[in-house]
């Protein structure tokens, strides 16, 4: 009896100290700008901590891995090394970088175990191209056709292979020739080109460039162009050109909800209620986890999405969005789906001031939602 509770407490020992271990790590800040002529500043550096769950007793050995060469592309800043539980690094060539992290458990011990933890492009290292946002801030008003040229110069280089920031310029420069009603036979398929630009750079885009005010600004520029002048003249108009706006806008709106209602609606109008049905099945249900923020502001384009994360709404965004609940709720109740007072009730603080929401939502035939 006594070698077999010997034997229980081993083993039970043994179980103790392989308990499962996980690592992660995190950063602060994920974009950064290269040292520059190896002056060192605070903005250079970025501190990443690892985080490792408390198990058994341990003793942990680090071993940090980066992308790319150490010492030419980036370098440990001092007081770091590749076997520090957290790191601080800085950069000299843009790019994105990908980081592990490796962790040994009691290493030359008989329970040794190896744990690791890897995020692809999880920093990115971004020039903010001077001569381009000079060229977009020219007074009185940027020569659009030279960004476009200047900017065209740049996403083709090697060096910038993996940056969105030229990519947004050039877009910025298309948008302005929308703008200026230019006429170059060169620039015919201007708009075409800006949406086109603007989708390569959200698609380069791993770690928020494209969330710098400067950028919003001119997505929502760019988003309000096209709803005032194709979504909502079409809205009840040629499902055709309705259907090519929806496109644009899905490639331009870092929030596809929004324009999801939209093309809902759009494939119940052209015949397609399947594709409709399944569209409203996927988004409806996230949409109703959507909270909005606290403001004063008529809009607040501040919301967190079905899964907690916070997220910015353009202004475009917002209208969109109301836009596509009013018109799915029109076509759900066509349908008789009861969804449809499920969706408005839930938009309707959002839009409360809005008059055509209200007199939709208000109406005959949405009354019941309202006594509900």
Not at 252 to 261: G, Q, R
Request: aromatic share 10%; hydrophobic share 40%.
């Amino acid at each position: 009896m006594k070698r077999i509770l010997l034997l229980s407490i081993s083993l039970l020992a043994l179980s103790l100290s392989s308990v499962a271990q996980s690592v992660t790590f995190s950063a602060a800040k994920r974009l950064v700008e290269p040292v520059f002529e190896r002056v060192i500043k605070p903005e250079n550096i970025v501190e990443i901590k690892s985080v490792l769950t408390k198990g058994a007793k341990i003793t942990p050995t680090y071993l940090w891995t980066i992308s790319g060469v150490k010492g030419k592309d980036w370098d440990f800043e001092k007081g770091s090394t590749e076997n520090s539980p957290s790191i601080k690094l800085t950069f000299n060539k843009l790019g994105n970088y990908t980081v592990n992290l490796t962790v040994i458990l009691n290493k030359d011990k008989d329970d040794e175990n190896e744990i690791s933890y890897e995020l692809e492009d999880y920093i990115t290292v971004r020039s903010v191209f001077p001569e381009l946002a000079a060229l977009y801030a020219q007074k009185p008003k940027p020569n659009y056709k030279k960004l476009v040229e200047r900017a065209s110069d740049f996403v083709v280089k090697p060096k910038y292979a993996n940056d969105p920031t030229p990519y947004l310029f050039l877009a910025k420069g298309y948008l302005g020739l929308v703008q200026e009603g230019n006429s170059d036979p060169e620039f015919e398929g201007a708009l075409e080109e800006c949406v086109s630009s603007l989708a390569t750079a959200k698609e380069m885009d791993k770690n928020g460039v494209l969330n710098d005010v400067e950028h919003q600004n001119f997505i929502n520029e760019l988003e309000m162009l096209l709803l005032k002048e194709y979504l909502e003249v079409q809205l009840e108009g040629d499902m055709v050109e309705l259907g090519e706006a929806i496109e644009f806008y899905s490639q331009t709106t870092l929030n596809p909800i929004c324009i999801k209602f939209v093309e809902a609606y759009h494939k119940y109008k052209t015949k397609n209620a399947k594709a409709a049905n399944l569209i409203w099945a996927s988004e409806m249900p996230k949409l109703l986890k959507y909270e909005r923020g606290e403001t004063d502001e008529k809009y607040n384009n501040s919301f967190k999405n079905e899964l907690g994360e916070s997220i910015q709404f353009t202004e475009a965004d917002v209208l969109v969005l109301k836009y596509g609940v009013m018109y799915s709720a029109i076509a759900l109740k066509e349908l008789k789906n009861i969804k449809a007072c499920e969706i408005l009730k839930k938009v309707d603080p959002w839009f409360q001031f809005e008059k055509d929401f209200r007199e939709l939502f208000e109406g005959s035939d949405f009354n019941s939602c309202v006594k509900n």
